[in-house]
């Protein structure tokens, strides 16, 4: 077996997926509160080689999301809800289960609903927050995430933590789901809310370009290397059957 030739495709097709996850960071960089995946490279024993039956290894690429804090920017808007801490708000997909993201740029809908930019619910703990659209009192939310119009208290945001935040399916548009029956979502302790600004996202639109550069240029050595050992390949081939 041409154990170069199957490392360096190998190693081709993991800087392929981290290229993807590059491209996902840029197009969710100004998606409020969006976190970043990053590459997992990892080593995976795939068979033996030679005559002594050495294990060989081929790179293998993986993913994991980064739930690092996003920087927070002021933005003016009551209906800009910032995330600090490791929590989730919640909103209500149209199948009726629960969604969570960081993602607090709200706004109401006719009915007096808040709602986030795909139109979802945004979730208190006794269902969606309502208001009433023909009170022009202003909407106030406490630290702790209580939420008011004017002297009328609507409810308390449901906030949400994890005990494992990496085990959340990422859904895009910085929404996640909880498939983890086993994994119950928590009241937040150590999470708060900030009005009038936005998390931004995790990610470094500068960094994610410089890591674009390197894995371009790791993909064109990996290809380099399968073309050398081509080469070498047919020479050899053209050697044993004694033909110019």
Known sequence: MEV?????ASAMNATEQWQDLIADNLSMANVPGARQR???????PVGLSGQ????????????????????????????????????????????????YTRDGQFKLNSQGQLINKQGFAVQSANG??????ANPAPITVTADGQVSQGVDVKGKLALT????PQSLTMLGGGLFRNDIPTMLPQAAATTSVRQGFIEQANTSPTLAMASMITSMRMFESNEKVMAMQSDRMAKTITDLSGTN
């Open 4 to 8: 170069s030739l199957y490392s360096a």
């Open 38 to 44: 990053e590459a997992v490279f990892s080593a995976i």
């Open 52 to 99: 002594g039956a050495d294990r060989f290894v081929i790179p293998s690429a993986g993913s994991s999301i980064s739930f690092k804090q996003g920087e927070l920017l002021a933005t003016g808007n009551n209906m800009d809800f910032a995330v600090e801490g490791p929590g989730f708000l919640s909103v209500q997909l149209p199948d009726g289960t629960k969604a």
């Open 128 to 133: 969606p927050l309502q208001f009433d659209p």
């Open 161 to 164: 933590e994890f005990s494992a």
